[in-house]
């Protein structure tokens, strides 16, 4: 029977098939041999052996077509850790005020999604504190990167059904600094949501004795939605320096144009993206993200 994982803790997984819903363990031969990263987890497409009492065991786990990962300590080396397989988008939430904007952050994820894979949609929160103009002078400049921007505030109703209708039949991963307002948003989606989604969010946030719960949580018109609080923590494990201009698309095209094949474009002559940079048609504040994760000095 085939099912989708939609949550993982202390070795069970929850599998959601079109039979109903299973508990299931691992089978023993998934277990065997050493393992560099998780066998299964939330998101993954799995056939299972439906047992009695709701129960099961996982038989075999699809190929994952994306995921986010993060390198987790492990005594015998690298493991990487599967944070949520499978996802269609990563929807980054980050408010116009209280919080302020935190720029170098929003680049930092949107340089996660490109290494991984995953599209990226922007949510700019709380317009009503600032106003949709300067809320637009703040983020207007990613729609031409190819990062949609979604202008939203509760109070206002303002751009929630359209959020919603891009989570509709996907699996979203939603999440954004604290205190952007994520929790309002998924609430004034649907009911509740963001109560369920803060709560294994806090959670999973705790101490390192507290379990671990990964968990999708469904939308009642279809598609899921699941947090990942710490995805700053995801670091730059898997990402070389001098890689790092590659998952910026405004400098992606550039880089061949600099004079030196090593160029860092922070200071070397003949250096292409500076100079795109000095005619405006790179954004400063993408540079200057750029200049600090490049040189360790990130947001």
């Known amino acids: 029977m085939r099912g989708l994982i939609t949550r993982t803790q202390s070795g069970f997984f929850t599998v959601e098939t079109e039979h109903g819903t299973y508990v299931c363990g691992l089978r023993g031969r998934l277990k065997k041999g050493r393992r560099q990263g998780d066998v299964a987890a939330v998101g993954d497409w799995v056939e299972i052996t439906p047992l009695e009492s709701r129960e099961g065991v996982i038989e075999e786990v699809e190929p994952r077509q994306r995921m986010f990962s993060r390198l987790a300590p492990n005594p015998r080396g690298e493991y990487r850790q ?53 809320a637009k002078n703040l983020y207007g400049h990613y729609p031409a990167l190819g990062y949609p921007v979604i202008y ?114 922070e200071h070397e002559p003949g250096c292409a993206v500076r100079e795109q940079v000095q005619k405006g048609l790179v954004h400063p504040e993408r540079y200057h993200s750029y200049l600090r994760m490049r040189f360790g000095d990130e947001e």
């Open 82 to 134: 599967i944070l949520i397989a499978n996802p269609d988008q990563v929807v980054l939430v980050f408010s116009c005020a209280e919080p302020a904007p935190r720029f170098g952050m929003l680049d930092r994820f949107l340089v996660i999604s490109e290494k991984h894979g995953v599209p990226a949609i922007i949510v700019a929160n709380k317009v009503d504190l600032v106003g949709l103009e300067e």
């Open 152 to 265: 939203t505030s509760v109070r206002q109703g303002l751009g929630v059904d359209e959020l919603h209708a891009h989570l509709i039949s996907k699996m979203s991963l939603f999440t954004g600094p604290s205190g952007v307002g994520k929790s309002s948003l998924l609430n004034a989606i649907q009911p509740g949501l963001g109560q369920a989604v803060r709560q294994v969010s806090q959670a999973t946030s705790k101490g390192r004795h507290t379990t671990v719960v990964r968990e999708l949580f469904r939308l009642a018109e279809g598609g899921y939605v699941a947090d990942t609080p710490g995805l700053k923590a995801l670091a730059f494990w898997d990402i070389e320096p001098e890689e790092l201009d590659g998952y910026f698309p405004e400098l992606r095209p550039l880089v061949h144009r600099c004079q030196f094949s090593n160029c860092t474009h």
